[in-house]
């Protein structure tokens, strides 16, 4: 389900790959945080988290709902990435990740039908064969 909302070719999932492939190396290659790379990786996580449905115990009803979950899930991956991480933060560089984020998280949501689809993924269905008997009128308890 992750090619429908990227591409394998997008800087979101080549930031995860990098980063998953590379757990224990990725950071050595420069003096400070990558914060683009962890944006990119934060976001497919966060992506890959709601479709899991991993902590999600109120399912989100609109858009915007939606992406407040999208983003707090992009934001501990973030915080993860970070306390893992052996380079340091610039000044700015957790703002900066968090605008990119953010930017990248609307940018699907936008694209396509996204956002309805994310929406109803995790809504409960109805079960709409009933027994005739259990939607006829209510039983009334009488209480003593």
């Known amino acids: 389900m992750m090619d429908r909302l990227f591409a394998p070719q997008s800087a979101e999932a080549q930031a995860h790959t990098r980063l998953t492939e590379n757990w224990f190396s990725w950071d050595q290659d420069h003096p400070s945080l990558d914060e683009t790379l962890t944006a990119g990786c934060a976001t497919y996580q966060a992506f890959q988290r709601y479709l899991n449905g991993a902590d999600l115990y109120l399912v989100p009803q609109?858009?915007?709902?939606?992406e407040n979950v999208l983003r707090r899930y992009a934001y501990d991956a973030i915080h993860n990435t970070i306390a893992k991480s052996r380079s340091q933060l610039e000044?700015?560089?957790?703002s900066r990740m968090c605008h990119l984020v953010e930017m990248s998280i609307?940018?699907?949501?936008?694209?396509?039908?996204?956002?309805?689809?994310?929406?109803?993924?995790?809504?409960?269905?109805h079960d709409t064969a009933r027994?005739?008997?259990l939607s006829s009128s209510p039983?009334?308890?009488?209480?003593?």
């Open 91 to 94: 000044r700015g560089g957790y």
């Open 106 to 125: 609307a940018k699907v949501l936008n694209e396509n039908d996204n956002a309805m689809f994310l929406l109803s993924l995790h809504r409960p269905r």
């Open 62 to 66: 609109t858009r915007g709902e939606l």
């Open 139 to 144: 039983r009334f308890i009488r209480i003593k």
């Open 131 to 133: 027994s005739p008997d």
